[in-house]
C-alpha cells in the first residue's frame, strides 16, 4: 500500500526540519517545501535522497503545484525571527497572506486536512496574564513587528474563513517561543544571541532591562504538541509552549552558567514593541490533547548548547545578529 503524502512548507527551516522528520519516523511520505530565505538545506540534507522524501525549492507566495494525493498540509513557511522579519517585511506579510492563501486552496483541491503555524505574536505585547486563546491581543499594526504579527493574524484569519465557508478541515496551533538544534546562530534570537555570544567571548547583550519574561519550550515537545492537534478533531487555535516563565536577566545568566563564559551580560536599548510578559496558558492542550511539555530547560538547553558548539567555527562568526540595533530603531 502507497505511504500517505504530507506536504510541509518552510521544510528547510528550524520547526520545518523537525516536523519532516517526525513524519518520516510515523511512516509518511514527506513533500517539503521552502524557498530558503531564511532556511538551510542544511538542516534537511540528511533526507535528501530517502525514498519517502522529496524536496521543492519553491516560494509559497506563488501559485503552488502537487501533483498526486495530498492526506495533510503543514503551513511553516515564514520568517519566524524578529531580525528576520524586520529585513524582509513584504515577504513576510506575503507568506502569511498570499502564501496561506494559496495553501488554503490547495487543501481545499485535494480534499487535505491543513494545520497553519500562527503565533504567541498574535496576542502582541498582552495585558492579560498568562495568555489564553481567548485573548484577543494588543498588537501595534504599523510598528515594526505589525508585518509579522498582522500577517499571522491574516492567517488565522482565513484560514477560519476557509473552514466555515469551505468546511475545509483547519488546525491553528500558536506557538511560543521555541528553541532547539538548527536554529541559525545568528537568527538574532534571543537563545542563539546569547550561545554565539559567549562561543565567541564576547559580553551577553540583553535589551532594556532584562525583566520582560520569555517561557521557552523545547522543539521536540513542541512537534509532539503539532502531531496531536492535528490528529485532533479541534479547528480553533490552540496554545502550545512551556509556561515555565523566565525573565530574560535570568536567562542570560543561565547561558552564562550553561557554557562557562566569562563574559558579562551588557545592556542595550529594548526594540520597539518588544513585549513585557509572555507565557502560554495551555489548558487547552492539556485538556483536548493530553498535551504538556516534558523536556525541562536544563536538559533543552544542554542539547541546544552541544548543537551550537558541533558547528563550523566560519558559522560562529556570521555575526550579522549585530544589524539588529540598525533594523530596530525606535
Ligand atoms: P525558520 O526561519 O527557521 O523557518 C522558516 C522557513 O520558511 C525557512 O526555511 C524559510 O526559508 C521558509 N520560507 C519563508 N518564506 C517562504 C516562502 N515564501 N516560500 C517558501 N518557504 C519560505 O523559522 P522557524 O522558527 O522554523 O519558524 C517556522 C514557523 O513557525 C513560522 O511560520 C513561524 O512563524 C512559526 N513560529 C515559530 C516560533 C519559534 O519559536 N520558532 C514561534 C512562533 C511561531
Ligand atoms: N533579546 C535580548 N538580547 C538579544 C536578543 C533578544 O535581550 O541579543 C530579548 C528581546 O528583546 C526579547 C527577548 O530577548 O525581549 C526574546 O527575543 P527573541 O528575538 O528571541 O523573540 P521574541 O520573543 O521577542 O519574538
Redesign the pocket.
Known amino acids: 500500500m502507497s505511504k500517505e503524502r504530507v506536504l510541509i512548507t518552510g521544510a528547510a527551516g528550524f520547526l520545518g526540519s523537525h516536523l519532516c522528520d517526525r513524519f518520516m519516523k510515523e511512516g509518511y511520505y514527506v513533500i517539503g517545501m521552502d524557498n530558503l530565505i531564511t532556511g538551510s538545506m542544511d538542516n534537511i540534507a540528511h533526507l535528501m535522497g530517502q525514498e519517502d522524501f522529496e524536496f521543492h525549492h519553491h516560494d509559497v507566495t506563488k501559485y503552488v503545484h502537487i501533483s498526486g494525493d495530498l492526506k495533510y498540509i503543514l503551513h511553516f513557511a515564514s520568517p519566524a525571527?524578529?531580525?528576520d522579519y524586520l529585513k524582509i517585511p513584504i515577504q513576510t506579510l506575503k507568506v502569511g497572506a498570499h502564501g496561506t492563501h494559496n495553501l488554503l486552496g490547495l487543501a481545499k483541491d485535494k480534499k487535505a486536512r491543513i494545520l497553519v503555524a500562527s503565533?504567541?505574536?498574535v496576542y502582541g505585547d498582552p495585558l492579560v496574564h498568562p495568555q489564553t486563546e481567548e485573548y484577543y491581543g494588543n498588537v501595534n499594526p504599523i510598528g515594526p513587528?505589525g508585518v509579522y504579527d498582522e500577517a499571522k493574524r491574516f492567517m488565522e484569519s482565513i484560514t477560519m474563513a476557509y473552514h466555515t465557508y469551505h468546511k475545509l478541515e483547519t488546525r491553528i496551533i500558536r506557538i511560543f517561543?521555541t528553541y532547539g538544534p538548527r536554529m541559525r546562530l545568528n537568527d538574532?534570537?534571543?537563545?542563539p544571541?546569547?550561545i554565539g555570544?559567549a562561543l565567541r567571548g564576547e559580553d551577553?547583550?540583553?535589551?532594556?532591562d532584562?525583566s520582560?519574561t520569555?517561557s521557552f519550550c523545547y522543539v521536540d515537545d513542541l512537534v509532539e504538541g503539532i502531531y496531536r492537534l492535528l490528529l485532533s478533531d479541534y479547528a480553533y487555535p490552540v496554545n502550545i509552549g512551556n509556561p515555565d516563565e523566565i525573565t530574560?536577566s535570568e536567562?542570560?545568566e543561565e547561558i552564562i552558567k550553561l557554557t562557562g563564559t566569562a563574559q558579562k551580560v551588557i545592556y542595550?536599548d529594548?526594540?520597539k514593541d518588544?513585549?513585557k510578559q509572555?507565557k502560554p496558558d495551555t489548558t487547552k492542550a492539556q485538556e483536548l490533547l493530553k498535551w504538556s511539555p516534558k523536556v525541562n530547560r536544563a536538559e533543552g538547553l544542554k542539547i541546544t548548547y552541544d548543537y551550537f558548539k558541533s558547528l563550523d567555527r566560519e558559522k560562529l562568526f556570521q555575526t550579522e545578529?549585530k544589524d539588529?540595533e540598525k533594523y530596530s530603531k525606535k
Do not use: W
Not at 551577553?204 to 532594556?208: A, E, K, P, R, Y
Open positions: 525571527s524578529p531580525i503565533t504567541s505574536e513587528r517561543n538574532g534570537r534571543v537563545l544571541a546569547f555570544q551577553l547583550t540583553v535589551f532594556g532584562g520582560q520569555r530574560i536567562f542570560a542595550k529594548l526594540p518588544d513585549p509572555r545578529h539588529f
